[in-house]
């Protein structure tokens, strides 16, 4: 008796599953994904995590992140990302793209309401390039074990640094920082080892002539750990004391993390203490500011201190 067809091979796919989903093998995967991802794969290239995303619809998405309508599967393997894109239009052909780990410059992921996001920034002949998708936020545990799997892969290859002692992260109070611990939790692989973190909490700055305040800065978590940085924030509040919704964490590889130099900016009295991480790949540059309370000089140090040599594997 032959083997059976997966359901999904046999009905043309419209993109709107109703639901985000793992594979075991591109055949699990619905429409012409499949047929992309198996086509790209390489022989004895090994699979670490494999998922759908049917299309998600987002007029917009929080954090500045802009993505075009489409289903997408979504590859994992020793080395790589595999992304298949399915815009469901006559004018459009699917597309695959192929990100090496050795390209990225952050892995972002984040949530608000029924929405989530995944952007990947990395490096293309030379250019800072990115991209991103939509799904529903019921799925957002399938994407986190696509990162996971992406960073463990990266810290088994690069350089591990000693823990300091007391930073561990589930140490951390969660009363106020509740959906910030959770995606931090999420995304940090087996065994990973806390090197550093620091806290910022909301700044705000009073406007002349309005009773109404700007958020300077909003509450968020920053760490770093043996397998890279992770900078997780919550969604910029519009007045002081209103539950955020929307929350994300930014992901950078150990390998590429360049220079870490601590900065103080003063605007009408609110002084603003952050450290700018530029990220270095192929020439390419990429900076991302990281605000931190003012009493977290010690865990400052931590963050910025190389490990040790005899550390480095």
């Known amino acids: 008796m032959g083997r059976r067809q997966p359901i ?19 055949e699990g995967l619905p429409g012409v994904h499949a ?23 987002a007029a917009f998405i929080p954090f500045g992140v802009r993505a075009v309508p489409a289903s997408h ?33 952050s892995v972002s992921l984040g949530q ?24 529903h936020s019921a799925g957002i545990h399938h994407f986190a074990a696509a990162i996971r799997a ?9 350089s591990t640094g000693s823990a300091i002692p007391g930073k561990n992260i589930r140490m951390v109070p ?31 700055f009073p406007q002349p002539g309005h009773k109404q305040r700007i958020c300077l800065a909003p509450d968020g978590i920053f760490l770093k750990t043996d397998a890279g940085c992770l900078h997780v924030v919550d969604e910029m509040p519009v007045r002081p004391g209103m539950t955020a919704y929307g929350v994300q964490a930014v992901c950078f590889p150990p390998d590429a993390l360049c220079t870490v130099t601590p900065q103080v ?12 991480l530029d990220i270095v790949r192929e020439g390419v540059t990429f900076s991302h500011d990281v605000p ?15 490990e040790p040599e005899g550390e480095r594997g």
Request: net charge neutral; charged share 25%.
């Open 35 to 57: 047929d992309l991802i198996s086509r790209t794969l390489v022989p004895e290239e090994r699979l670490a995590y494999l998922l759908y995303a049917p299309m998600r619809d």
């Open 174 to 204: 969660s009363h106020d920082r509740g959906s910030v611990i959770e995606l931090i939790q999420l995304l940090m692989v087996e065994g990973e080892k806390p090197l550093g973190v620091l806290f910022s909490s909301e700044r705000w």
């Open 150 to 158: 992406c960073r463990k892969r990266v810290r088994d290859r690069t």
């Open 265 to 276: 900016t003063d605007i009408q009295g609110v002084r603003i203490h952050q450290i700018r």
């Open 73 to 105: 599967g979504l590859a994992v393997t020793g080395h790589r990302f595999i992304l298949s894109i399915d815009w469901h239009l006559p004018d459009l052909e699917p597309a695959v793209l192929s990100i090496p780990f050795s390209s990225i410059l």
């Open 112 to 135: 608000v309401l029924l929405l989530g996001w995944l952007e990947i920034r990395y490096v293309q002949e030379g250019k800072d390039s990115n991209i991103a998708l939509a799904f």
């Open 8 to 26: 999904w091979r046999t009905y043309i796919s419209k993109g709107r599953e109703p639901r985000v989903f793992s594979a075991e093998s591109p």
């Open 292 to 306: 931190y309370d003012q009493g977290e000089n010690d865990s400052l140090k931590s963050i910025l201190s190389p």
